[in-house]
């Protein structure tokens, strides 16, 4: 069982991570150009989501070059993600269930492998090490970032395959407050390790004007398998 606890210099580690996430927010960067914001193409015609600004900025900031992403949908948080990955070994595989065309005219580019299949079935040690090479040999961080199915047991799941599977350095997941993912489950389990984004950097990170859905941190190194 995975599990976070007070392992020496955990907490202090804990706080730096935080402590720069502060000083990142603080100075986070515009989202790029190509993620589309008209009525058609963002959820629920919301508008800007404040959640892509905080992933361009992330990926930036913390070194992410590979990313596992599960939940596609019309690719937005994807193009926010890849405007920042940089390095030779740079590369984004984003899972959906359903198909979206603009998915598909959006996640052209050379280093981004769009899925549609169940990744709880389709990820495999195999296939990351197929899609994402040995995770020994990378100088740059490894990123998953869940917005999938919103019910615990998906998510427990992805979190599993995440630390597991993928090796992750980061874990972000959205919809964290939504009642069926379970929030203060996932919260106890992984404690040390666990941040809540939006407790951190306030709560319109992730506001869409419609729910709190609320946004997480689980730091890879901070887990003790």
């Not at 690719?75 to 359903?98: H, W």
């Not at 199915?149 to 919809?175: C, M, Q, T």
Request: glycine fraction near 8%; hydrophobic fraction near 35%; charged fraction near 25%.
């Amino acid at each position: 069982m995975q599990t976070s606890g007070n392992h020496p210099g955990h907490k202090e580690r804990k706080l730096r991570i935080e402590e720069e996430l502060h000083r990142m927010w603080s100075k986070r960067q515009a989202v790029p150009e190509n993620v589309t914001y008209d009525k058609s193409t963002t959820y629920r015609g919301a508008g800007p989501l404040q959640y892509y600004h905080f992933l361009n900025t992330f990926v930036g900031n913390f070194r992410c070059s590979q990313i596992l992403e599960f939940g596609t949908h019309k690719g937005g948080s994807a193009l926010a993600m890849i405007n920042q990955i940089e390095g030779y070994d740079r590369k984004l595989v984003t899972f959906d269930i359903r198909h979206h065309d603009l998915a598909s005219e959006r996640l052209t580019q050379e280093f981004v492998e769009y899925i549609v299949d169940d990744p709880l079935t389709a990820v495999s040690s195999e296939f990351i090490s197929d899609r994402f090479g040995d995770k020994a040999e990378m100088v740059k961080k490894r990123l998953m970032f869940i917005d999938g199915e919103k019910s615990h047991s998906f998510v427990s799941r992805a979190i599993n395959i995440g630390l597991k599977v993928f090796e992750a350095d980061y874990i972000i997941i959205d919809d964290i407050n939504c009642p069926e993912v379970g929030k203060r489950a996932i919260q106890e389990q992984y404690a040390g390790a666990f941040i809540d984004l939006c407790e951190l950097l306030g709560a319109d990170i992730r506001q869409t004007g419609y729910v709190d859905s609320g946004f997480a941190l689980i730091v890879g190194e901070l887990v003790h398998q």
